[in-house]
């Protein structure tokens, strides 16, 4: 399965894509999160639909004192394969 996320809000300086990344390796997804010019964050994360689940709860980082996730776009997919392991793209 692939989840292609765009979250907005307090995304971008604050170590969000660190966040988002650490999220992915723990669960052992693969993919990309990167800063938007519009001040939104991509994420493209693959795995199965249980690691997916509970990453899409991860990444609205509730608690994390200086990230604040005001919104979640999800557009769930087929896997595509074409990534090994989960990058920070700058």
Known sequence: MRATAVATGKVQGV????F???CAHHL???GTVQN??????QIIAEGSLAALEEFIRLVWAHGEPEIR???L???PGEATGEFKGFWVKW
């Open 28 to 30: 052992g997804l693969h």
């Open 73 to 75: 776009q999800i557009t």
């Open 20 to 22: 988002v990344s650490a």
């Open 36 to 41: 938007m010019p519009d001040g939104s964050v």
């Open 15 to 18: 170590g969000y894509r660190q």
């Open 69 to 71: 996730v005001d919104g």
